[in-house]
């Protein structure tokens, strides 16, 4: 299933689910079939196979009815657009990726592979929509960049969750911009949190793909491109640390619940580190992409 969240002609967000290339609104049907009021993506999410019976249930009646709406009538929102945690978010998980950065920060690369990976958060107020702008602000920012991913939606509470068992705690995938701000990395000593933070600088979406279609996460291709232009390129079989792996490493002490996102990495190719370095600009359009979930395209907004 893609399941998103949208804003249709009354305004106020909904709950959909892609069938056959049209949108079922779904929130009022677990509204009428279930004793929760107010349903969001979390909600859903933690509602587990019961709530995907749901889905089904509300398919099936919405395609009696022929009720559906197309994709161009809604606008898409960011899949889970207020979580109730930070971002989870694994930094220099592609080997390339890890290099690059070093260089371009100044530092020396370790000899060997860490034992583990770097780890930091990003606010929940960086999440936008899948077709939303990113704020740009000159007074802030001039060195804001971009970082395809693959995006992890954890479906189940669990902690200390062994790498055999963790795909049994996820919920599904989705497409995720960490959008960074370098020159602020930089002024608070490479620390990741300032400058991964900033408002509108998590761009997610464009749905929740459920675990059940991906066969393997760690085989899919992921890009970039700004301004239709390649930036980067690559497979998540190059993560130094796989989904697995991920899942095992940030549930070590820290409870994972339902709706809680981890991105998992970016590969080589980001603007800071290439030569001379390159930046978005306000008026540039950046897409990301990952294979088997789809694209997000968001325009640079100066504010």
């Keep these: 299933m893609r399941l998103l969240t949208f804003r249709a002609s009354d305004g106020q967000p909904h709950l959909g689910v892609l069938h056959e290339g049209r949108v079922v609104d779904i929130s009022a049907w677990l509204m009428r079939e279930t004793v929760l009021s107010d349903i969001g993506m979390t909600e859903l999410i933690a ?5 995907l019976e749901h889905i089904q249930a509300a398919i099936y009646e919405a395609a009696e009815a022929d009720s ?3 994709l161009e009538e809604i606008r898409l929102l960011a899949p889970i657009p207020r979580p109730r945690k930070n971002v989870i978010c694994l930094g220099r998980n592609y080997a390339e990726h890890a290099a690059e950065s070093a260089g371009a920060f100044g530092q020396a690369l370790p000899a060997e592979t860490p034992a583990y990976p770097a780890v930091f958060t990003k606010a929940v107020t960086s999440v936008i929509g899948p077709y939303d702008d990113i704020p740009y602000d000159g007074d802030v920012s001039v060195e804001i960049d971009w970082e395809s991913e693959l995006a992890i939606v954890v479906g189940r509470t669990g902690k200390q969750i062994k790498r ?3 795909f049994d705690y996820i919920f599904g995938y989705m497409v995720l911009n960490d959008i960074s701000a370098r020159d602020i990395q930089r002024r608070h000593g490479n620390q990741f949190f300032m400058g991964k933070s900033l408002d509108g600088s998590c761009p997610t979406g464009p749905w929740i793909v459920t675990a059940d279609e991906i066969e393997d ?3 899919l291709e992921l890009y970039t491109l700004v301004n239709g232009v390649e930036k980067q390129r690559d497979n998540t079989r190059a993560m130094i640390w796989d989904v697995p792996a991920i899942i095992e490493v940030v549930s070590l002490g820290m409870t994972l619940e339902p709706g809680d996102i981890i991105a998992t990495g970016t ?9 001379p370095p390159e930046f978005l600009k306000p008026g540039d359009i950046v897409e990301c992409g990952v294979e088997k979930i789809g694209a997000i395209r968001n325009r640079v907004r100066e504010v």
Aim: aromatic share 4%; glycine share 18%.
């Design 164 to 166: 055999e068992h963790a």
């Design 267 to 275: 590969p080589a190719g980001v603007g800071f580190a290439r030569k």
């Design 47 to 51: 509602m587990g196979n019961a709530g």
């Design 68 to 70: 559906t709406l197309a």
């Design 217 to 219: 996460p760690n085989n």
